[in-house]
C-alpha cells in the first residue's frame, strides 16, 4: 500500500522512458525546437508531460540527458481547447482534472504543488500551477488554448513551451517568440492528422537548408520529402496524412529544428543572411508541400 501511494504522487520518480521517447528528451540540450511525432498511445504525450515536470521541479534524473534548467521557470501548456488541454496537458501533469483530491497524482509530484489559479470557462480546468523548483522559489505552468488565437499567447515572456497536438502556424510562432528573451525551448507531440501542414513542413524543410541554394538542395529535398513521407506512413498514416483505418501504429518520428538551445540563443539578431534564409525556408516549403501532393495523388 506504501509503495502505491508513494507511486501514485511521485509518478515522475518512477519514468522509464523508451529509446525514442530518450532521444527526444536528449535532443533538447542542443535544439530549440523538437517535434515528437507518432501515432496513437505511443508515448509522445507522456514523454512531454514527463520533461514539463522535469523543468518545472528541477528534479531531474541520473540519466538525464537533455536541457537543465537550475532556476525556476515560466512554462506554457496548451492544446486545441480548454477541454483538451484540461484532458491532456493538465491530466498528466497535475492529475484527474474532476477530482481535486487526487491532483499531485500525475507527472507533478503532489509535493511539487504549491498552488493552482481555476479557469471559469471549462469545468475542473486550471489557469495557472505554481511548482516548487529544486532551486528554491516557484515555476509558473500556464494552461492555454490554441482556440483563444495568438494574441492570447503573446502576453507571457517564458523558458519553456510545450504543444500537446499540433498547433496553428501562427500560434506556433507565437510560442516560439515568447522564448527569444530566455533563450528558451519549444517542444511539439503530435499525431499528423492534418498531413503535411505548414508546422509538419517546417521540421520537414529544416533538414533540407544546407548552404542557403535551393539549386543545390533540390535532391537532397526531394530525397528527405520522401523520407519524411515514409515516416508518416510508419507511423501508421496514409497518403494525405491520414490515419488509417485499422493501421498498426508502430512508427515514431523525433523531428529536430536546427538552432541553439539556452543562452547561446538568447539575443540573437536578424541579420541579412538570416533573412535570405528565411525567402529560402519559404521556398523550401512549397516544394515540400508539392512533392507531397503529387505523391498524394
Known amino acids: 500500500m506504501e509503495i502505491g501511494r508513494r507511486q501514485n504522487t511521485n509518478r515522475l520518480r518512477y519514468y522509464q522512458p523508451y529509446a525514442k521517447q530518450t532521444a527526444f528528451h536528449a535532443a533538447g540540450a542542443t535544439f530549440r525546437e523538437r517535434l515528437f511525432m507518432a501515432g496513437n498511445q505511443l508515448g509522445k504525450?507522456?514523454?512531454?508531460?514527463?520533461?514539463?515536470?522535469?523543468?518545472?521541479?528541477?528534479?531531474?534524473?541520473?540519466?538525464?540527458?537533455?536541457?537543465?534548467?537550475?532556476?525556476?521557470?515560466t512554462m506554457i501548456g496548451g492544446s486545441e481547447s480548454h477541454e483538451l488541454t484540461r484532458d491532456g496537458v493538465q491530466r498528466l501533469l497535475v492529475g484527474p482534472p474532476m477530482s481535486e483530491e487526487d491532483w499531485g497524482t500525475g507527472y507533478l509530484p503532489k509535493s511539487a504543488l504549491a498552488g493552482w489559479t481555476r479557469r471559469s470557462s471549462a469545468s475542473g480546468a486550471l489557469d495557472s500551477v505554481t511548482v516548487r523548483h529544486a532551486s528554491?522559489?516557484?515555476?509558473?505552468?500556464?494552461?492555454?488554448?490554441y482556440e483563444q488565437g495568438r494574441a492570447?499567447?503573446?502576453?507571457?515572456?517564458?523558458?519553456?513551451?510545450?504543444?500537446?497536438?499540433?498547433?496553428p502556424e501562427d500560434v506556433y510562432f507565437e510560442g516560439i517568440t515568447r522564448t527569444n528573451a530566455t533563450g528558451g525551448s519549444v517542444a511539439v507531440t503530435f499525431t499528423?492528422?492534418?498531413?503535411?501542414?505548414?508546422?509538419?513542413?517546417?521540421?520537414?524543410a529544416s533538414r533540407a537548408i544546407i548552404n542557403g541554394d535551393i539549386r543545390q538542395n533540390g535532391p537532397k529535398i526531394e530525397a528527405y520529402g520522401r523520407a519524411f513521407e515514409a515516416a508518416l506512413r510508419e507511423?501508421?498514416?496514409?497518403?494525405?496524412g491520414q490515419q488509417k483505418t485499422g493501421a498498426a501504429e508502430s512508427g515514431v518520428v523525433v523531428v529536430l529544428r536546427p538552432g541553439k538551445s539556452g543562452s547561446e540563443a538568447k539575443?540573437?539578431?536578424?541579420?541579412?543572411?538570416?533573412?535570405?534564409?528565411?525567402?529560402?525556408?519559404?521556398?523550401?516549403?512549397?516544394?515540400?508541400?508539392?512533392?507531397?501532393?503529387?505523391?498524394?495523388?
Not at 192 to 204: D, E, H, I, N, T
Open 152 to 167: 492570447k499567447w503573446q502576453a507571457n515572456t517564458v523558458d519553456y513551451v510545450w504543444f500537446d497536438e499540433e498547433p
Open 235 to 240: 507511423a501508421g498514416y496514409g497518403r494525405g
Open 192 to 204: 499528423p492528422l492534418k498531413g503535411m501542414s505548414s508546422v509538419v513542413s517546417r521540421y520537414a
Open 45 to 73: 504525450t507522456l514523454a512531454g508531460a514527463a520533461e514539463a515536470a522535469m523543468h518545472l521541479t528541477g528534479e531531474y534524473p541520473s540519466w538525464w540527458a537533455g536541457r537543465r534548467f537550475e532556476r525556476p521557470i
Open 267 to 297: 539575443g540573437e539578431g536578424v541579420s541579412a543572411s538570416a533573412l535570405s534564409l528565411g525567402n529560402i525556408f519559404e521556398r523550401l516549403v512549397t516544394v515540400i508541400v508539392s512533392i507531397f501532393a503529387r505523391w498524394a495523388k
Open 136 to 145: 528554491g522559489g516557484t515555476s509558473t505552468l500556464l494552461l492555454k488554448a
